[in-house]
């Protein structure tokens, strides 16, 4: 009992600092959290009926963060809360959230596998691994620019684990939030596939509706940022920064290293990840019929960064559910997984990508520089490779090392 008290103690304190972090980096005028400066920018500009697009700037933008608001209007009406407090304040007080996000996550990953170790306990399993994992790469970046990566994928996987199985009133709700997270950021229109690949239509409907909700929303509160987006903002890639740059770890992006930005870069790009999400539909759909619903939910997930034409490397926050899943089946003595789980957190921990010497991608092309340039992509598409293999063997011959839904 003093133990689990004790896993509880740290999270709090965790979750204190960064809230008190912030608010001495306020105090010290330090320019912390540059990204969640922005979306305070942009809720201010949206409260105060400053254009959101017309400028590569907004005006409530400190010094330190003066750069283009990219995400869609509805972010701005969703990030006004951030507005009640100073720019950096605000930052620590996204990252104390972003922690009990990823918390959350492997909470709910753990709770949701068919099986798990014994000794793997849902509540304090879910403080260590979570906070563990925020060292991660993908993490730990989204904690310091104040990215809301983890908010989003906690959207996601609240809305497929928990609301979208419910029973009664809440089940009714399925598909909202995941329609949430893509009217912030619009990767996560991706789960409407999802919804609809796992048999759950009604909620591939909700989610496209609250998308499509949301938009009319925006549309009637303002009416120019919404029109200026979906006709200019959402294809002008040149507002997010170098897509070449190592830290897109896309197939767009990879394309785009090896081609030198060339015109062709990004249809090419869209070929080569159609073929990636056929093996990605095989896949989601197998684990599916096994009832393996985290597994289906990681492979979307995955794809989704694979054939976004960004995904920068704080994008990756996906590795806490995947890496949560590895620890409890190499607990079950799943061979596969006891040699990916050392792997995986090795690859998210060191940040290959940022090991070229070139910033935007433009060090001398060979085996080696394409390699890291591109680790993260590569290693999924791998490990998909390695899936895909496992399961067609699997239709052979059953593979006692699979959990199959009684």
């Known amino acids: 009992m003093r133990g689990r008290w004790a896993i509880w103690l740290v999270l709090a304190l965790v979750v204190a600092g960064f809230t008190v972090r912030g608010v001495l980096s306020y105090l010290n005028g330090l320019p912390e959290g540059g990204d969640t400066a922005v979306y305070h920018g942009g809720a ?7 254009p959101l697009y017309d400028s590569d700037s907004l005006p409530f933008e400190p010094a330190y963060a003066q750069l283009p608001f990219t995400y869609a209007p509805f972010a701005a009406l969703l990030f006004v809360p951030l507005v009640l407090f100073p720019p950096q304040v605000a930052w620590g007080l996204l990252n104390a959230f972003s922690v009990l996000c990823v918390v959350l996550v492997a ?18 399993g879910a403080v260590v691994l979570g906070l563990v994992l925020s060292a991660t790469t993908p993490v730990w970046v989204t904690l310091e620019y104040g990215q809301v990566n983890a908010l989003l994928m906690a959207l996601v996987v609240v809305d497929l684990l928990v609301v979208c199985g419910a029973t009664g009133r809440a ?7 995941v329609g949430v997270a893509a009217a912030t950021k619009l990767t996560p229109l991706i789960f409407v596939v999802h919804l609809l690949l796992t048999g759950r239509k009604a909620d591939a ?21 919404t029109i200026r987006f979906w006709t200019h903002t959402v294809f002008d890639s040149s507002r997010i920064g170098p897509t070449d740059w190592t830290w897109n770890q896309s197939v767009g992006g990879a394309v785009r290293r090896l081609s030198e930005q060339a015109s062709w870069s990004q249809p ?18 197998h684990y599916h019929r096994q009832g393996r619903p985290v597994s289906a939910m990681l492979v979307t997930a995955f794809l989704a960064l694979l054939v976004s034409p960004v995904s920068w490397i704080h994008h990756w926050v996906w590795v806490v559910p995947l890496a949560v899943l590895l620890v409890a089946e190499s607990g079950l003595g799943d061979r596969l997984a006891q040699v990916l789980l050392p792997i995986t ?5 060191l940040r290959p990508p940022s090991w070229t010497p070139g910033r935007n991608g433009d060090a001398p092309l060979t085996a080696g520089t394409f390699l890291v340039a591109n680790f993260y992509l590569l290693f999924v598409v791998v490990i998909g490779a390695v899936l895909l293999v496992r399961q067609r063997r699997a239709r052979v011959t059953l593979d006692p090392l699979v959990p199959v839904r009684t």
């Open 44 to 50: 201010a500009a949206l409260l105060h009926g400053f």
């Open 107 to 124: 909470y709910l990953v753990l709770r949701h596998l068919p099986r798990r170790p014994s000794w793997l306990s849902p509540a304090w």
């Open 171 to 177: 089940g009714k709700f399925g598909g909202v939030l």
């Open 205 to 225: 409907a909700r989610a496209a509706g609250t998308f499509v909700g949301l938009q009319g929303l925006m549309l009637l509160i303002a009416p120019h940022d």
């Open 268 to 285: 090419v790009a869209y070929a080569i990840a159609a073929v990636f999400a056929v093996g990605g539909l095989v896949l989601v759909r």
């Open 345 to 349: 957190v090795a690859v998210f921990l």
